[in-house]
């Protein structure tokens, strides 16, 4: 029964109706959202444009006999409901009560219109309103950078959770930083009692949202990128997610020893505030308390690269009006798909990688990998365990440029995690692809040639497996010391291991609950480790080796041999994974002291299924409806329409090109443009020699 048509009814007596009606709007809008998914081609908006977005709320009233009923919703992202002040009760931060919203008048009847602007706020627009501007703390003055380019240092404070403002504990709070990129000082003030500001306000901004999660955002670091958006006119605003690069994980010392003496149930809580809803919250704050700096209204062009494109998202869901333009790379998230199904797609493209590398470029090194897992499994040095940890394991301890020790460690598992490094290479065609660039010619996957050309990452691993096998001397482990693997190999390993754990632990911590949502009744469930069970259900069992049987074997005599290497016989193949996270004994040595404490809690969310929503599908699909109403007339007034335009690429290992170009469709008014080179991959929008490309398909269209 649909609460916002007309509906007429008979005396209950007639046809035994019942004289209530029960609605749960926000399972109702779940239930739509999901069917939208599912079956796009009858989700279009222009079937039903009386249709707003959910309002999630229960309502039970009376049904007026043999009368016409109509419910209308009012628009949650209009300025009058924007203007709350926010949740005036105290509540959990993973838990909301839903209002329900009394219907009845004086007559017990219910009234033929019911306007629900007088209503209480939901738990969906609690959670968004009542943002604060953030606190600036300080500008430190303009330097020159190497590029001709001119940066200032911002320094902010934001509340750990947003729903408390009042909050002064230094555990409430987090510091965060950025960088504002410009090309020159700021004009004078047009007018003479205009503020002076060491920010301009006739300049656009740019906000920069980088990959991760856990990843730092140095400004220096797409140098192409300044000089492109700054010769358009814009400065350029690089800034810090909460808990990655230059804004820490807690408030000072004293936050965070207060934390490290939680239960793993509280850390958990803690973490679960680090996810993209919070990140918009944090840049939605910033760019209030610009606006008061700069004395003028600013909303924010979004360029996106990765993960930047997940945080891009929620903010279009949830805060439209702050933004003019959401530019993405290689980022569109996976809209109403659980972890599992974003593996399931992920894991072809890490398969074929691998396939590319032991069956065309280097043969030879699938029995070498044998041989490396059989010594760290087997014969390497034993290791207490990592940051308070008990068990022990085999493996070799990591050391920095300078000696100094990082607490992480080389073993049989963190070797097999190398294939992330993959991504960067191109994927080898087969005659069953579709066309690409016209100048590759498809090779066959069973040729005996081997291209031409072999891929950067490809070459440094096997020279890291070469160094490996010089350093055991091709025999059977004549000794059992820590002088067997050199001090060049262990460089090796450690230049070519890019999770970097120890110094970014949010990625191991939230990369399965990042795509953790309540968006649709599908995608509310934990997570679970999802990557570990899609390696592990592989046909090919090529990933094996992750199975729970194949815990390092801690016995000083290694009398017993686990089962996750076949006899030779078998030809099993063994291959890396990419870009998952999986459980200990895995985390342990990848993440060493920085990652140890929060094992438990890493656990915890893993098993976490109350998730606040990270998107709304009806906002997301509104934003096409509103470029037909931007002249104010109608039910679209008051909407905004926010240019959207994507970049996607045809083998990318880490953003699937089906799951991009479905959730594009999901996003109205998003114009994607795939990449029509075969080998350009995830990060073309960093290389020297593509980022004025692929930015100039997403400012000018392809």
């Known amino acids: 029964m649909s609460p916002w048509a007309l509906q007429s009814y008979d005396e209950p007596g007639d046809h035994d109706l019942p004289t209530t009606l029960d609605i749960d709007y926000q399972k109702l809008s779940l239930l739509l959202q999901e069917a939208a998914i599912l079956y796009p081609q009858c989700a279009k908006p222009k079937l039903c444009p009386t249709i707003q977005p959910y309002t999630p709320v229960t309502v039970t009233t009376p049904v007026v006999l043999k009368r016409s009923v109509a419910v209308s919703t009012k628009d949650p992202f209009s300025e009058g409901n924007r203007s709350g002040q926010g949740p005036t009760h105290t509540t959990d931060y993973r838990e909301y009560d839903t209002p329900a919203v009394p219907l009845r008048r004086k007559d017990n009847r219910l009234p033929l219109s019911v306007n629900m602007s007088s209503r209480q706020k939901t738990s969906t627009e609690v959670l968004w309103a009542g943002i604060k501007p953030a606190v600036l703390l300080g500008i430190k003055p303009r330097q020159a950078n190497k590029d001709g380019h001119t940066f200032r240092t911002l320094e902010f404070e934001v509340p750990l959770d947003h729903h408390h403002h009042g909050a002064s504990q230094k555990d409430a709070l987090l510091n965060i930083h950025a960088e504002l990129v410009d090309s020159f000082p700021n004009p004078k003030p047009t007018t003479p009692d205009a503020p002076i500001s060491p920010i301009s306000s006739q300049k656009p901004f740019i906000l920069y949202l980088c990959?991760?999660?856990?990843?730092?955002?140095?400004?220096?670091?797409?140098?192409?990128?300044?000089?492109?958006?700054?010769?358009?006119?814009?400065?350029?605003?690089?800034?810090?997610?909460?808990?990655?690069?230059?804004?820490?994980?807690?408030?000072?010392?004293?936050?965070?020893?207060?934390?490290?003496?939680?239960?793993?149930?509280?850390?958990?809580?803690?973490?679960?505030?680090?996810?993209?809803?919070?990140?918009?919250?944090?840049?939605?704050?910033?760019?209030?308390?610009?606006?008061?700096?700069?004395?003028?209204?600013?909303?924010?062009?979004?360029?996106?690269?990765?993960?930047?494109?997940?945080?891009?998202?929620?903010?279009?869901?949830?805060?439209?009006?702050?933004?003019?333009?959401?530019?993405?790379?290689?980022?569109?998230?996976?809209?109403?798909?659980?972890?599992?199904?974003?593996?399931?797609?992920?894991?072809?493209?890490?398969?074929?990688?691998?396939?590319?590398?032991?069956?065309?470029?280097?043969?030879?090194?699938?029995?070498?990998?044998?041989?490396?897992?059989?010594?760290?499994?087997?014969?390497?040095?034993?290791?207490?365990?990592?940051?308070?940890?008990?068990?022990?394991?085999?493996?070799?301890?990591?050391?920095?440029?300078?000696?100094?020790?990082?607490?992480?460690?080389?073993?049989?598992?963190?070797?097999?995690?190398?294939?992330?490094?993959?991504?960067?290479?191109?994927?080898?065609?087969?005659?069953?692809?579709?066309?690409?660039?016209?100048?590759?010619e498809p090779l066959s996957p069973t040729s005996s040639i081997r291209p031409p050309k072999i891929p950067l990452p490809y070459q440094k691993l096997h020279r890291l497996i070469t160094s490996f096998i010089s350093d055991l001397d091709h025999s059977i482990y004549p000794r059992n010391d820590e002088s067997t693997i050199s001090k060049e190999t262990l460089s090796l390993y450690t230049n070519l291991e890019s999770f970097a754990l120890h110094r970014r632990p949010l990625y191991a911590l939230l990369h399965e609950a990042i795509y953790c949502s309540s968006t649709c009744p599908h995608t509310s469930q934990p997570s679970n480790w999802a990557a570990i069970d899609v390696a592990l259900s592989h046909p090919s069992g090529a990933f094996s080796w992750l199975s729970s049987t194949s815990t390092t074997n801690t016995s000083s005599t290694s009398s017993t041999s686990s089962t996750i290497i076949p006899s030779e016989e078998e030809e099993e193949k063994y291959y890396f994974t990419g870009e998952a996270i999986h459980p200990t004994p895995l985390l342990s040595p990848l993440g060493g002291p920085a990652l140890a404490p929060f094992l438990g809690a890493a656990h915890i969310l893993a098993q976490k299924a109350d998730w606040p929503a990270l998107y709304d599908l009806c906002s997301l699909r509104r934003n096409h409806l509103s470029a037909k109403t931007e002249t104010g007339v109608g039910e679209g007034e008051g909407l905004v329409k926010v240019k959207v335009r994507a970049v996607a690429y045809k083998q990318d290992m880490y953003v699937d090109l089906g799951l991009s170009q479905q959730a594009a469709g999901l996003i109205g008014g998003c114009e994607l443009v795939v990449c029509p080179f075969g080998s350009w991959g995830h990060g073309s929008l960093k290389e020297v020699d593509k980022t004025g490309r692929v930015l100039g398909w997403l400012f000018d269209g392809f």
Request: hydrophobic letters at 30%; charged letters at 25%.
């Open 211 to 440: 990959g991760g999660p856990g990843d730092g955002n140095p400004s220096g670091k797409v140098p192409e990128l300044n000089k492109f958006c700054i010769n358009r006119g814009y400065q350029v605003l690089y800034v810090h997610y909460r808990g990655t690069g230059l804004s820490p994980l807690f408030f000072d010392s004293t936050a965070k020893t207060k934390v490290l003496k939680m239960s793993d149930q509280d850390k958990a809580n803690y973490l679960a505030k680090f996810r993209q809803d919070n990140i918009v919250r944090d840049l939605e704050a910033i760019r209030l308390c610009l606006e008061k700096e700069v004395a003028t209204n600013i909303k924010w062009t979004l360029i996106c690269q990765s993960y930047g494109g997940w945080v891009a998202t929620t903010y279009l869901s949830f805060l439209p009006r702050s933004l003019e333009a959401v530019y993405i790379s290689a980022g569109m998230p996976p809209l109403g798909k659980t972890p599992r199904q974003v593996y399931e797609k992920t894991y072809v493209h890490v398969f074929r990688r691998n396939e590319d590398y032991f069956n065309e470029y280097f043969p030879e090194d699938q029995e070498h990998v044998r041989t490396i897992i059989e010594y760290l499994r087997d014969k390497a040095p034993l290791q207490k365990g990592v940051g308070g940890q008990s068990t022990p394991f085999r493996g070799y301890e990591l050391y920095g440029e300078n000696g100094e020790r990082k607490g992480c460690y080389l073993t049989y598992q963190t070797f097999m995690t190398l294939g992330r490094t993959f991504g960067s290479a191109p994927v080898i065609r087969r005659d069953s692809d579709e066309d690409g660039d016209e100048e590759e």
